[in-house]
């Protein structure tokens, strides 16, 4: 009989020790996250969303924001305190993940890296780990007025390389007096404009040239492979606009703003972040507005997407415990798939690349994830390896004005691109 008792004790244990292994570490009571936030501005949604958390599932959720242009610093200080430092921090490019590789847990295989709809704004490590994933991004391209891009006859469906939309812009602008707006705002080379074009116009050229080498890492010297793209969008831009070409050295961002706020171009490249102004100060409609790759011309430019990057990434610390390791990875997952973790993100931080997102009121940030969904690529921010930035980007704003001011050639602005790097590298 005490045999049987016995072997019916032994039966309730194995089974009450199955039944714990069936649940996940995070609802361990001895299991925690503490999340080292650097966006400041996001503080109080992460502790509410945090304290939302933890009464869900009893897991302590710990939320500390970094003060403003003090994150690496923190982040230095707090990843030192062993037991007690960070589960989830920010490694938020490849500068910083040289620094953090070792503290970054393989996320690939994780169940939020299995949520995740792109790849193309993660962070991986030399040995092919998944070190840190991009948990949202900012976007740009060619911001349109449909609005007046059918009011010249044509559609966004009917444009989709460069040729098809070098045809539309100079068909407008041939036709700019009759139709009463033209093609493409000022492309002003004052400082207020011109990093549209030395930076995020520059990122076509080194974007497809750093993808056919396979770079990962900050390059001491470029080619130029893709300049003559390069100059094809430029030249339709400065072509193609109501300002002369001689008149872009004082041509401002405001002066371009305005010029596609008040309807009197149908194309202006900028970003995600100029949709508060256009609906707001200029009461367009977002009915009217749509954002577009910026195409140049290069071979399968039909499947890319707009430009897309992010320095906002997640790591999970791969010296905490293995239950602290799992609460968090359970947290994130939350995170991007819950009711509530999407609503906050959505409010905070526009679009997410994961397949639970909930739309954003920017139309922008919509175009950007229909793209990705649809498997276009993302064309990633490569200007983010440029060194020196500063002087660099100066020195290709000079080549740029004069060549459009007709007193300096193309040259001058490929021996700014591909000289000034190598410049700039040894300099940095």
């Given at each position: 009989m005490k045999k049987l008792i016995a072997l019916i004790l032994v039966a309730l244990l194995a089974v009450t020790c199955f039944a714990c292994s069936k649940n996940s570490v995070a609802n361990d009571k001895t299991a925690s996250v503490y999340y080292l936030n650097f966006k400041p501005e996001a503080d109080a949604a992460w502790k509410e969303l945090?304290?939302?958390?933890?009464?869900?599932?009893?897991?302590?959720?710990?939320?500390?924001?970094?003060?403003?242009?003090?994150?690496?610093?923190?982040?230095?200080?707090?990843?030192?305190?062993?037991?007690?430092?960070?589960?989830?921090?920010?490694?938020?490019?490849?500068?910083?993940?040289?620094t953090w590789a070792d503290y970054c847990y393989d996320l690939a295989g994780s169940p939020v890296y299995a949520e995740m709809t792109t790849s193309d704004f993660n962070l991986m490590k030399k040995t092919g780990e998944v070190a840190s994933i991009g948990f949202c991004y900012e976007c740009f391209g060619i911001i349109v007025?449909?609005?007046?891009?059918?009011?010249?006859?044509?559609?966004?469906?009917?444009?989709?390389?460069?040729?098809?939309?070098?045809?539309?812009?100079?068909?407008?602008?041939?036709?700019?007096?009759?139709?009463?707006?033209?093609?493409?705002?000022?492309?002003?080379?004052?400082?207020?404009?011109?990093w549209r074009f030395s930076g995020h116009l520059a990122n076509m050229p080194l974007f497809y040239e750093f993808r056919d080498d396979g770079v990962t890492a900050q390059p001491a010297t470029i080619t130029g492979k893709y300049l003559e793209n390069f100059k094809n969008i430029w030249d339709l831009y400065i072509n193609n606009s109501a300002t002369d070409p001689t008149q872009l050295a004082s041509?401002?961002?405001?002066?371009?703003?305005?010029?596609?706020?008040?309807?009197?171009?149908?194309?202006?490249?900028n970003g995600s972040w100029e949709y508060a102004n256009l609906t707001g100060k200029f009461a367009m409609s977002p009915d009217s507005l749509a954002m577009i790759p910026i195409y140049c011309g290069v071979a399968g430019e039909e499947n890319a997407a707009v430009c897309a990057g992010t320095e906002n990434h997640w790591s999970v610390n791969s010296k905490a415990s293995e239950v602290d390791i799992q609460a968090t990875l359970d947290f994130i997952y939350w995170v991007v798939t819950s009711e509530e973790g999407t609503t906050m993100m959505a409010k905070e931080f526009g679009p997410i690349p994961f397949k639970n997102a909930k739309a954003s009121d920017n139309v922008f940030f919509n175009d950007a994830n229909e793209q990705l969904a649809a498997g276009?690529?993302?064309?990633?921010?490569?200007?983010?390896?440029?060194?020196?930035?500063?002087?660099?980007?100066?020195?290709?704003?000079?080549?740029?004005?004069?060549?459009s001011a007709g007193v300096g050639s193309w040259d001058d602005v490929v021996t700014a691109f591909v000289a000034g790097w190598a410049t700039q590298y040894a300099a940095q």
């Open positions: 945090a304290a939302k958390y933890t009464e869900a599932t009893g897991v302590p959720v710990t939320v500390v924001t970094a003060a403003s242009n003090t994150y690496t610093e923190t982040l230095t200080a707090e990843l030192d305190k062993g037991a007690s430092a960070p589960t989830l921090f920010q490694c938020s490019n490849m500068a910083g993940l040289d007025n449909k609005t007046l891009l059918e009011k010249a006859g044509y559609t966004l469906d009917q444009i989709t390389d460069f040729a098809s939309l070098k045809a539309a812009v100079e068909d407008i602008h041939s036709r700019a007096a009759e139709l009463g707006f033209d093609a493409f705002t000022s492309s002003g080379m004052d400082s207020s404009s011109s041509a401002t961002g405001d002066q371009a703003e305005a010029e596609f706020g008040e309807g009197k171009a149908v194309f202006y490249q276009k690529y993302v064309v990633t921010w490569a200007f983010n390896y440029t060194p020196n930035v500063d002087p660099w980007r100066a020195g290709v704003v000079a080549a740029m004005t004069q060549y």
